[in-house]
């Protein structure tokens, strides 16, 4: 739901020079002489497609006159919100399906079908839940490493009592040296030059400092080593009561072969135990030895996952949340918004690089994790969940960029392709009353290529000037809801004539009157930064708007 700027002052003076001579609604020309004053019957009965329109449950239950105008003029209702990820999934991932289903009984009491949106987004999203299935994401969490220094990274000062910070020298001062080769991850590793001759704790290394433990608690224990040739090693857990030392647990006979190894022990702290330290018994064997990432975590917290098992988790994250939401109301909801804003402003797929959460906590980009193939997945789901569905991807911004519009249509048609279960597109259409008539055009030209369904799904026309950015303290004129009202027919108009009769999907505005307009959040209403984008005025009065719409449907092609 978001919008690109243009430049209001070149569209009005267009509009106006085009105002003097009369052309063809859908060839670029409407003249603008007022007469938009019919605003007699309804738009569902001079529409041969479905009207629809967006509305919200606490008005529609509290506001006579909105529930008033959404019965009146529309044929199909699509919940602002009610059937949002973030609004029916709780926190522990389970389901409250009680405001949609009384929203749902509500319209179907009223004789409206109800249009489904949305089911997989990246906005709206119990995002909390599903970040916890995946560890907080793919790349963190797990237990914390206690190991200071443990990839022996960062050598402050190197000196034979310390060749890498915090890890100190017990025997063997001279063999230990930070290395930059033979590493196992990271740019460093400790290379240690064990001389023939002695015993395993000849050469031998600490960690310097006492390591916080929990008496009780199981700790995972674990490093990589490697050597020039093979043999076997040591190390020591060595715990403290408080002040004193405690019994050392000896791990005799730990194998090094000539590549990388991981040894990994599980060690249980003993009553009273407050403190460990681990040591590194590597002398008695001539030989050259490689360390590497030594851990100390704790083992009862369970490592996130990675790689593939995230997209596991998320493929059935998503599967689990379609096939619940359609599968409720199979046969009920004959339509859906499957997959919703799948791309970003430059026409990429979505991903957490391009759509970040910046702080918000209802964002989770399935995409992401899943990839391209995700939109196939989503909508066979869907179709699994009720194969007699109208199935919808959608947009925003199509109108106003060819890359995305692009993207969007190479989409659709591999879906479609694909035997997906796709059957209709959506072009969402927040636009300007600046937006080019040429682009709406090509735009209608190249969803109708696909063969698919082809909606208007969520409609708004702005007015303010300033566009996104909202001017302060205007107030639409009567000329301006007279350019409205052109650009709400020219776009009707433009979508009847290139869109086939049996592709139309119908058109849904996204709202009833001006003031309850998600256009018009509290923030622009207390900053007097009104818009004025739909069909009704605050009083629930018609607007010209509504007459230049009807106008469309009636198939006028001029004013």
Request: charged share 15%; aromatic share 10%.
């Given at each position: 739901?978001?919008?690109?700027?243009?430049?209001?002052?070149?569209?009005?003076?267009?509009?106006?020079?085009?105002?003097?001579?009369?052309?063809?609604?859908?060839?670029?020309?409407?003249?603008?002489?007022?007469?938009?004053?019919?605003?007699?019957?309804?738009?569902?009965?001079?529409?041969?497609?479905?009207?629809?329109?967006?509305?919200?449950?606490?008005?529609?239950?509290?506001?006579?006159?909105?529930?008033?105008?959404?019965?009146?003029?529309?044929?199909?209702?699509?919940?602002?919100?009610?059937?949002?990820?973030?609004?029916?999934?709780?926190?522990?991932?389970?389901?409250?399906?009680?405001?949609?289903?009384?929203?749902?009984?509500?319209?179907?009491?009223?004789?409206?079908?109800?249009?489904?949106?949305?089911?997989?987004?990246?906005?709206?999203?119990?995002?909390?839940?599903?970040?916890?299935?995946?560890?907080?994401?793919?790349?963190?969490?797990?237990?914390?490493?206690?190991?200071?220094?443990?990839?022996?990274?960062?050598?402050?000062?190197?000196?034979?009592a310390e060749p890498a910070d915090g890890w100190q020298v017990l025997n063997g001062a001279g063999q230990f040296v930070s290395t930059t080769t033979n590493t196992n991850s990271g740019t460093k590793a400790l290379q240690v030059n064990v001389p023939a001759g002695g015993q395993n704790y000849n050469t031998q290394i600490v960690t310097k400092a006492q390591i916080p433990v929990t008496a009780g608690k199981t700790y995972t224990i674990s490093y990589y080593i490697k050597g020039t040739s093979a043999?076997?090693?040591?190390?020591?857990?060595?715990?403290?009561?408080?002040a004193a030392a405690g019994s050392v647990n000896y791990q005799g006979g730990k194998a090094v072969t000539t590549s990388y190894t991981k040894v990994s022990y599980d060690y249980a702290i003993p009553a009273n135990v407050t403190t460990i330290q681990l040591a590194f018994d590597l002398g008695g064997t001539a030989n050259t030895l490689y360390l590497d990432d030594v851990s100390i975590t704790d083992a009862s917290v369970v490592a996130p996952p990675t790689g593939a098992a995230v997209a596991t988790?998320?493929?059935?994250?998503?599967?689990?949340?379609?096939?619940?939401?359609?599968?409720?109301?199979?046969?009920?909801?004959?339509?859906?918004?499957?997959?919703?804003?799948?791309?970003?402003?430059?026409?990429?797929?979505?991903?957490?690089?391009?759509?970040?959460?910046?702080?918000?906590?209802?964002?989770?980009?399935?995409?992401?994790?899943?990839?391209?193939?995700?939109?196939?997945?989503?909508?066979?789901?869907?179709?699994?969940?009720?194969?007699?569905?109208?199935?919808?991807?959608?947009?925003?911004?199509?109108?106003?960029?060819?890359?995305?519009?692009?993207?969007?249509?190479?989409?659709?048609?591999?879906?479609?392709?694909?035997?997906?279960?796709?059957?209709?597109?959506?072009?969402?259409?927040?636009?300007?009353?600046?937006?080019?008539?040429?682009?709406?055009?090509?735009?209608?030209?190249?969803?109708?290529?696909?063969?698919?369904?082809?909606?208007?799904?969520?409609?708004?026309?702005?007015?303010?000037?300033?566009?996104?950015?909202?001017?302060?303290?205007?107030?639409?004129?009567?000329?301006?809801?007279?350019?409205?009202?052109?650009?709400?027919?020219?776009?009707?108009?433009?979508?009847?004539?290139?869109?086939?009769?049996?592709?139309?999907?119908?058109?849904?505005?996204?709202?009833?009157?001006?003031?309850?307009?998600?256009?018009?959040?509290?923030?622009?209403?207390?900053?007097?930064?009104?818009?004025?984008?739909?069909?009704?005025?605050?009083?629930?009065?018609?607007?010209?708007?509504?007459?230049?719409?009807?106008?469309?449907?009636?198939?006028?092609?001029?004013?």
């Amino acid at each position: 739901m978001k919008i690109n700027s243009s430049l209001y002052v070149m569209a009005f003076a267009l509009i106006a020079m085009l105002s003097c001579c009369k052309k063809d609604s859908q060839n670029g020309g409407f003249e603008n002489d007022g007469n938009f004053t019919d605003t007699t019957a309804s738009l569902k009965s001079v529409a041969s497609f479905p009207i629809g329109i967006a509305a919200e449950y606490p008005l529609s239950t509290t506001n006579s006159k909105y529930w008033a105008a959404v019965k009146g003029e529309a044929s199909n209702i699509t919940f602002g919100n009610e059937l949002k990820n973030g609004s029916i999934v709780k926190a522990d991932g389970t389901y409250d399906f009680t405001t949609a289903d009384a929203f749902y009984n509500l319209a179907t009491t009223a004789g409206l079908q109800v249009f489904g949106h949305t089911l997989v987004w990246h906005s709206q999203q119990r995002a909390t839940y599903y970040n916890s299935l995946i560890g907080g994401g793919s790349g963190g969490g797990g237990a914390t490493n206690l190991a200071v220094n443990p990839s022996f990274e960062t050598t402050t000062v190197a000196t034979t009592a310390e060749p890498a910070d915090g890890w100190q020298v017990l025997n063997g001062a001279g063999q230990f040296v930070s290395t930059t080769t033979n590493t196992n991850s990271g740019t460093k590793a400790l290379q240690v030059n064990v001389p023939a001759g002695g015993q395993n704790y000849n050469t031998q290394i600490v960690t310097k400092a006492q390591i916080p433990v929990t008496a009780g608690k199981t700790y995972t224990i674990s490093y990589y080593i490697k050597g020039t040739s093979a043999q076997t090693i040591q190390f020591e857990v060595r715990p403290n009561l408080g002040a004193a030392a405690g019994s050392v647990n000896y791990q005799g006979g730990k194998a090094v072969t000539t590549s990388y190894t991981k040894v990994s022990y599980d060690y249980a702290i003993p009553a009273n135990v407050t403190t460990i330290q681990l040591a590194f018994d590597l002398g008695g064997t001539a030989n050259t030895l490689y360390l590497d990432d030594v851990s100390i975590t704790d083992a009862s917290v369970v490592a996130p996952p990675t790689g593939a098992a995230v997209a596991t988790i998320v493929d059935d994250a998503m599967k689990k949340h379609i096939q619940t939401v359609v599968g409720r109301y199979a046969g009920k909801i004959k339509a859906w918004d499957v997959i919703n804003e799948p791309f970003s402003d430059a026409g990429e797929l979505r991903n957490n690089t391009n759509t970040p959460s910046t702080g918000r906590t209802d964002v989770f980009v399935w995409q992401n994790y899943l990839g391209r193939d995700y939109a196939t997945k989503a909508f066979q789901y869907s179709k699994a969940a009720d194969p007699a569905a109208d199935l919808y991807m959608n947009d925003y911004n199509l109108e106003s960029s060819t890359t995305k519009l692009d993207a969007f249509v190479k989409l659709a048609n591999e879906l479609k392709a694909s035997n997906s279960g796709i059957t209709g597109v959506g072009t969402q259409m927040h636009m300007l009353i600046s937006t080019p008539y040429a682009n709406i055009i090509t735009m209608m030209q190249k969803l109708a290529s696909t063969g698919l369904k082809v909606r208007i799904s969520e409609f708004d026309i702005r007015i303010n000037p300033g566009g996104p950015n909202p001017a302060i303290g205007y107030v639409a004129s009567a000329y301006d809801l007279r350019l409205q009202a052109v650009m709400y027919k020219f776009v009707i108009a433009t979508y009847i004539k290139y869109v086939p009769a049996a592709q139309r999907g119908g058109i849904t505005i996204w709202g009833v009157d001006d003031t309850s307009s998600w256009l018009n959040p509290a923030a622009n209403v207390t900053a007097n930064k009104l818009d004025y984008p739909l069909l009704f005025d605050k009083n629930f009065s018609k607007k010209p708007a509504y007459a230049g719409v009807k106008q469309a449907l009636q198939g006028n092609g001029e004013n």
